[in-house]
């Protein structure tokens, strides 16, 4: 059995204790948060047997941990926890540069650790489907990959208020990136944002244009603007289409010039999806696997399109802190 601790007491880590009951090769033994209040509210929910404020203490309980705390405590705490040996499963955005990514991805290798970012849709059945069949040939050579991804929050939670770590990129950009560099890969020739953004400068729309050699990317997010989740990968042949949420990939249908043609494939997705990351996660811890290409490449790819709208958002006065 895998001991695992919880770091962040928030939503997401609610919703990842009600899916962890789904794999029981691994079990949350302890719940860190600087606020010792906050930690036993959510043990004692959750039937954790410990909460801790004290964190030695609660790296010395636990085999790996999941990080689910705010966004800009992600680095900090998946280095800290790396250097002590514990693997570790980081939510998204894992990091906002590609160097901060690189030099997470070097301590894991260098302590033989597993290091993932949680990104439950990379994990998927459906979505697994969906790219092993983009790259089957079977809609020719993939051209444009076109993903959405909008909510309407809470103007005065989180993502509404915080200038520099709220805002639709930071929230959902992971996902509409997501298909994008599975597909062309990490590497675009140009990337570039257009944002509707409010007073305070929190991004309430966004537009991301990903341009590589073979093909573009757009990705659309939203947090104050709602538009239709649906994914569209494109090519020489016909196109593939997600209905929304395209993130919860349950169907997909793979379409073509004539309308009466059209595949429909299915997948089983139970739940939330959090359980299909933490499998994996599990899967790598037990079978003591190094491949970390592929979920490298993916994060540091992620990463490094982060750490240019970053840049976009201080040249335009918005200051990262």
Known sequence: MIRLGVIGTGRIAARFMQDIELVPEIQAVCIYNPHIGSAKRFAGTYQVGLASDDWEQFLSEVDAVYIASPHETHVSYAQKALQKQKHVLCEKP?????????????????????????????????????????????????????????????????????????????????????????????????????????????????????????????????????????LIISGTKGYIYVKAPWWMTKEFEVRFEDPGKKEIHTYEYERSGLQYELQAFVKEIQAHKKEYEAKEHMSIAIAGVMEKFFEVKVSKGTERV
């Open 94 to 230: 894992m990091a906002f540069s590609r160097t901060e990514a690189e030099d997470l991805f070097a301590i894991a290798k260098e302590k033989r650790l597993v290091l993932m970012e949680a990104i439950k849709t990379a994990y998927c059945p459906g979505f697994n489907g969906l790219l092993e069949t983009a790259g089957s040939g079977v809609i020719g050579t993939v051209r444009d990959v076109e993903a959405c991804f909008t909510r309407l929050t809470d103007p005065a939670g989180r993502e509404r208020t915080d200038p520099v770590y709220g805002g639709s990129v930071i929230e959902y950009g992971t996902y509409v990136l997501l298909p994008m560099v599975k597909i062309f890969g990490g590497n675009p020739k140009d990337v570039q944002f257009q944002s509707i953004k409010d007073e305070k400068g929190v991004d309430l729309f966004t537009k991301i244009n990903l341009f590589y050699e073979q093909g573009f990317g757009l990705g659309k997010t939203g947090v104050g603007v709602k538009s239709e989740g649906e």
